[in-house]
């Protein structure tokens, strides 16, 4: 253990955005990789997390919908120490990547919007280098600094592209809006991660 990529995914209470793209985002990647040891390990935090809260039961309907699973969940506050420690940061909005660049400058260039990392890294068209199966942490940061030097390249997404709603106390149809952003970006980030 040790030599597993990290992905950290932040949102703002940690109940509804965060843990619906890490549960779902866990189970994806563990498809891929079907009997072996987790290589990429997804979790989450917020900036102002719901400290110890389950996910929210409308979001969990969504995830299990979904085929992800949020039994066990546990919400927890973002901190410098679990940035550090993540090889690509992935956030709900723009916002969210703003707060965490402040909270650790360092990790600029590795923190995205989901969705705006999704559309950088659907766009690349060579991702090759250290193979994926052999060393998932030196693919993971690989594919994240080809992401970060390839921003810019072509017009960003519209903030309302870019940024995932944020159902949070608002009606089902908020949060299956959530989810229909987040699954749209899935496969373009799965692709991405397994190499």
Known sequence: MGDEARILIVCTGNICRSPFIERLLQHDLDQHRPGSDREIIVRSAGTGALVGSAMDPQAAAQLGAYGGDASGFSARQLTPALIAEADLVLTA?????????????????????????????????????????????????????????????????????????????????????????????????VRALVG
Do not use: N
């Open 93 to 189: 909005t723009r916002a969210h990547r703003g707060k965490v660049a402040l909270m650790s400058p360092k990790a600029l260039r590795r923190v995205f919007t989901f969705c705006d990392f999704a559309d950088v890294v659907s766009g690349i068209d060579d991702l090759s280098a250290p193979a994926p199966r052999t060393d998932p942490r030196a693919w993971v940061r690989h594919v994240t600094e080809k992401a970060a030097a390839s921003r810019g390249l072509k017009p960003p997404l519209a903030l309302d592209s870019a940024d995932i709603v944020d159902p949070y106390r608002l009606e089902d149809e908020v949060f299956a809006t959530m989810a229909q952003q987040i699954v749209e970006s899935m496969p373009a980030v």
